[in-house]
């Protein structure tokens, strides 16, 4: 029963909102040329338009009354040859959509030719037509509703065409103004036009007014709940607004239509960014059962774990990436560190080994190799396999990164800049190199900083000329400190410029606060 009520209730607001949606139309006058079209033009006004706009279902015509009283008061005798702007002004007063007016004239054939000027208010076009009718009614009748109601009608509908690409015209000019009065003005005339919403909605999305954006797609949604285009900006305009779950919803409904590993991933990334664990691991094992060799799911689905400190969890989906992804030195890093911490590494270690006896060139093993030593800080062994692989292959960039990540845990910073900058000449979109250099420069810079606190202490406890030298040795290594803070914060904006990994981006975050902390506390004149 509450179901039928809804339902009831449903139907009545939406043929409310269709009759609210009739096109108002103002018919003014038709002057007579002649005596004998006195006849037609009377019947017309007091009879013909009434019953053929009666059945005119997207029109309602405006009391003729109170059209003719207006046309009277205007002054002109033949509102024909009257001017645009106070036809419109006559308009406006009705609260017209559409204004029509014309004349009438007998022809030699017996005929009458009527000649007729339709305005529309919205957009102040004009357009004439003519036609001729007998003086009987019924055929009189039939030949309006086939040339006048049919003419209106297709001018509405080709304003309607004619304002849409004057509205995209102005979107794509970035003319985003003038495009947004348009598409309303379009909306008066078809509140249905679902193209309108969603230009309407990027118009607010850009202007980053995202609460509006949000309610111009709901109201195309209304209209087309399965359009794609506009489920997939709303989503973006609820995660812009932090509403998290609105936008994996809107996600969901796009996979529903469609099932799509890509959008899955999607909203597994939403969630892990805000860390939601448990729904970003559903929506990645989501995308594996759509498609179970799809590395970046199996990547995500590691990486999220690895985040929670679940190693082994971690450790199958870290395997099945790096069998995908088989130079991503980011992720074997990490499931080195996973056998690590699960007590596997040594038998890691020595399967790396077994492979590289057997293929003395297999560069992967020598990567994984290097990775392990490094998980457990067996630095020396790190670089001596690091060096090795470089012999075999001089110029990768993935074996230059082993080398580099070797180099600077033996605080080799010299060597390990030198390896980082070589892969930055081969590769310039890696992301390892800059964070490596923005590593070393920040383990310099706080070096500097720890030998500047020192000095400081010290200088306290002195006085005279060995308080001056030490206050002058001070203020040189924290200056020298800052210098280094700034190039790893330099080093780390073009790090994350370069990485799509959310737990890369959560540790840029976090480094980026501490170096601004001790950029703070290192600028001229702090103390």
């Not at 809107?250 to 939601?276: C, K, Q, S």
């Not at 250099?437 to 010290?458: M, P, R, V």
């Not at 800052?482 to 976090?510: G, M, P, V």
Request: glycine residues 4%; charged residues 30%; aromatic residues 10%.
């Amino acid at each position: 029963m509450k179901r039928k009520i809804l339902l009831i209730l449903s139907l009545v607001i939406l043929a409310s909102s269709l009759l609210a949606t009739d096109m108002k139309v103002a018919v003014l006058d038709f002057a007579k040329k002649d005596r004998n079209s006195d006849y037609v033009v009377k019947s017309m006004m007091r009879r013909d338009l009434k019953s053929v706009f009666k059945d005119a279902e997207s029109m309602e015509l405006i009391d003729l009354k109170d059209s003719q009283k207006l046309a009277e008061k205007s002054g002109y005798t033949n509102l024909f040859f009257a001017d645009i702007s106070d036809i419109k002004a006559m308009g406006e007063e009705l609260e017209a959509d559409v204004v029509v007016w014309g004349e009438v004239q007998e022809r030699p054939s017996g005929l009458y030719r009527v000649t007729s000027k339709i305005l529309s208010m919205k957009s102040s076009e004009v357009v004439q037509i003519s036609f001729e009718v007998e003086k009987s009614s019924k055929p009189r009748r039939a030949k309006l509703q086939e040339e006048l109601i049919t003419k209106i009608e297709e001018f509405s509908t080709g304003e309607v065409s004619k304002l849409f690409g004057i509205a995209t015209q102005h979107f794509n000019s970035k003319n985003y103004p003038e495009a947004e009065r348009t598409f309303l003005s379009l909306l008066e005339i078809d509140p249905n036009n679902v193209d309108a919403y969603f230009y309407l909605g990027l118009i607010k999305f850009n202007a980053q007014e995202f609460s509006e954006a949000v309610e111009y797609y709901n109201s195309g949604l209304e209209l087309e709940p399965e359009n794609v285009d506009l489920l997939n900006f709303v989503s973006k305009a609820y995660e812009r607004m932090g509403d998290v779950d609105a936008a994996a919803d809107a996600l969901r409904r796009i996979n529903d239509i469609n099932p799509d590993r890509d959008i899955l991933l999607r909203i597994g990334n939403m969630f892990a960014e805000v860390e939601y664990y448990d729904q970003a691991a559903e929506a990645y094992n989501e995308a594996l059962e759509l498609e179970p060799q799809c590395g970046e799911a199996h990547k995500q689905l590691a990486q999220l774990y690895y985040d929670q400190g679940f190693y082994d969890a971690a450790i199958a989906p870290f395997e099945a990436a790096s069998g995908v992804f088989p130079e991503d030195e980011d992720l074997q890093k990490k499931l080195a560190k996973c056998y690590d911490r699960t007590g596997k590494i040594d038998s890691a270690i020595e399967q790396y080994k077994g492979i590289i006896a057997e293929q003395p060139e297999n560069v992967r093993a020598y990567m994984n190799l290097t990775n392990a030593y490094l998980a457990t800080e067996r630095y020396n062994l790190a670089l001596e396999t690091a060096q090795q692989l470089q012999e075999i292959v001089p110029e990768n960039s993935n074996a230059l990164i082993s080398l580099a990540n070797a180099h600077n845990s033996l605080k080799n910073y010299g060597k390990a800049r030198k390896a980082a900058e070589s892969v930055i000449e081969i590769d310039a979109d890696k992301y390892q190199p800059y964070r490596i250099i923005s590593d070393l420069s920040f383990d310099q810079g706080y070096a500097k900083y720890e030998e500047f606190i020192k000095l400081e202490e010290d200088a306290k406890t002195v006085y005279g000329e060995e308080a001056d030298r030490l206050v002058e040795e001070r203020d040189r290594v924290k200056q020298v400190a800052n210098e280094f803070f700034q190039a790893a914060k330099e080093y780390l904006n073009k790090a994350k410029a370069r990485t799509n990994s959310n737990s890369e981006k959560r540790y840029i975050s976090s480094r980026m606060e501490t170096i601004n902390q001790l950029l703070k506390a290192t600028e001229k004149g702090f103390f």
